[in-house]
C-alpha cells in the first residue's frame, strides 16, 4: 500500500514538471504572467498576494479530490 502511495507521489511530480515545461515552451505561462501583471501589477505586491488566495481556494479542493482518488 505504501508503495503505491510513494509512486502516486512520484508520478504527480513528473506529471506536474512536463505541464510546467510545456507551458512554457507554447509560451502559455508567459501569458498568465502577462495576464496576472494587468490584473494586479498596479498594487503594491499584488501578484503575491494573488498567489496566496489562488493557493488558499485551490489546495482544498485538490486535497479532496486526491482523497476520493486514493
Do not use: K, W
Not at 498568465?32 to 489546495?59: K, N, P, W, Y
Request: charged share 15%; glycine share 8%; aromatic share 8%.
Amino acid at each position: 500500500m505504501a508503495g503505491s502511495l510513494q509512486s502516486n507521489r512520484y508520478t504527480a511530480v513528473a506529471f506536474f514538471i512536463l505541464a510546467s515545461s510545456l507551458m512554457n515552451t507554447f509560451g502559455i505561462a508567459q501569458r498568465i504572467f502577462d495576464f496576472a501583471q494587468a490584473l494586479v501589477g498596479h498594487i503594491r505586491g499584488g501578484r503575491a498576494r494573488m498567489e496566496i488566495t489562488c493557493v488558499r481556494a485551490i489546495s482544498p479542493r485538490l486535497s479532496h479530490l486526491a482523497m476520493l482518488a486514493g
